[in-house]
């Protein structure tokens, strides 16, 4: 399965995106199903994830403003990110994690750049 995203750019402070991730088919038995974002000299850090049980798990610098979301029918999922902010700069992956011992999985996507101007 690959992982495609979407929808990034160059935005003004306050402004709003909203990133796609597109599989190229079904996870079966996943784990979760998240967004991740990398700043220039920083680690990857979790953005946004949905766990199989329908939990889901938002940064605290994100809570409030952006929110995920899956289309299992159209085997995609989304990020929307309001009220951006110049911190918020990184690129932006989406990773599909789970299965079962021995055919476990963890796919990424290449990544799409949020660029918020300061």
């Known amino acids: 399965v690959q992982l495609v995203e979407s929808g990034g750019g160059s935005v003004q402070p306050g402004e709003s995106l909203r990133l796609s991730c597109q599989a190229s088919?079904?996870?079966?038995?996943?784990?979760?199903k998240g967004w991740y974002r990398q700043a220039p000299g920083k680690q990857r850090e979790l953005v946004a994830v949905i766990r199989n049980s329908g939990d889901t798990d938002i940064a605290d610098s994100v809570k409030g403003r952006f929110s995920i979301s899956l289309d299992d029918d159209k085997y995609a999922m989304y990020l929307q990110m309001n009220s951006l902010q110049p911190e918020d700069t990184a690129i932006y992956y989406c990773r599909i994690e789970g299965g079962e011992v021995p055919f476990l999985y963890d796919y990424w996507g290449l990544g799409t750049q949020v660029t918020v101007f300061s």
């Open positions: 088919g079904n996870t079966f038995k996943f784990k979760s």
